[in-house]
């Protein structure tokens, strides 16, 4: 019982609240766990840890490739230096396109070298 709800009842202002159930201790014990189980318990990593996959494409047809790692869910980095500019282009436009498909973003990190990420991946510069 509260503070102002006892001085309520004690000034006759106010009665004592009944319960109709009484308490059953049995009831809770199954759910009881001590914090440090809890937050380890709500911490615990993803039963697959995420995968950044390097991809260095030696002709467009490994787009399939690209396309199945990312819609695998996983980050993927395209070095596309090993290819003649034409076909680096279209693999660039292939895969942003998949990246726009799928909600992902794909930035450019250095000289022809791509980073594809999906939805739920944040990147941020420091």
């Known amino acids: 019982m509260g503070a102002v709800r006892k001085v309520a009842s ?3 202002l106010g009665g004592v609240e009944q319960y109709d159930e009484a ?3 049995e009831e809770y014990d199954d759910e009881w766990m001590p914090a440090a189980e809890r937050a380890a318990k709500r911490w615990q990593p993803v039963a697959e840890p995420a995968r950044i996959v390097m991809v260095r494409p030696k002709k467009y047809d490994d787009a399939l490739t690209v396309g199945r790692h990312f819609r695998e869910g996983h980050t993927v980095v395209m070095d596309v230096a090993g290819m003649s500019t034409a076909e680096a282009t279209r693999m660039v436009d292939f895969a942003a396109g998949l990246a726009y498909g799928c909600e992902g973003r794909i930035e450019r990190i250095a000289d022809k070298v791509f980073l594809i990420t ?3 991946v944040e990147v941020s510069t420091a």
């Open 10 to 12: 004690y000034l006759g």
């Open 23 to 25: 308490y059953d201790e």
């Open 118 to 120: 999906p939805a739920n």
